[in-house]
């Protein structure tokens, strides 16, 4: 998602939506709002599937970090220790697996929405959409909506 966000901030930079700091002679010209535009909605479609595939790889992933002890669990049946050891490192990983997949449902949910209402935005607001967008990606995750905030 770190990706996205470079995207998204490069193309806010040009826009001139995005305020920096620059040294050294002054830049070219900012590109209309219509350019942007047009070139978001050529740009997010491909980004936006890398990012679904990422997900479903991520969910995957903790789906198999999540079953693996309880494999470990019936394998070592025995030993009362070990289970119960290997069952409360599952149940607290279990909290940061939940927080994790949900700050990636977020920034997907996110970029759906972007996706759909670019086409029947104005100009002038898909880029404010996409500066909302960027400010919220760019939230440290605190348990709260990301998106809305």
Not at 17 to 22: P, S
Not at 109 to 134: C, F, H, N, R, W
Request: hydrophobic share 45%; glycine share 4%.
């Amino acid at each position: 998602m770190a990706r996205l966000r470079k995207v998204l901030e490069e193309l806010l930079i040009e826009a001139g939506a995005l305020k920096t700091i620059e040294m050294g002679p002054p830049s070219t010209e900012v590109p209309s709002p219509a350019e942007v535009k047009e070139r978001l909605i050529e740009g997010l479609p491909p980004r936006a599937k890398f990012n679904d595939r990422f997900l479903i790889l991520v969910i995957v992933t903790h789906y198999l970090c999540f079953i693996a002890p309880f494999l470990l669990v019936y394998y070592c049946r025995n030993s009362l220790a070990l289970i119960s050891a290997v069952l409360a490192l599952t149940l607290s990983f279990l909290a940061f697996i939940m927080r994790r997949l949900s700050d990636l449902w977020k920034t997907k949910e996110g970029i759906d929405i972007l996706m759909a209402q670019l086409p029947t935005l104005p100009p002038e607001q898909s880029v404010e959409a996409v500066k909302a967008l960027y400010h919220a990606l760019s939230k440290p995750s605190s348990g709260r909506s990301t998106i809305t905030d």
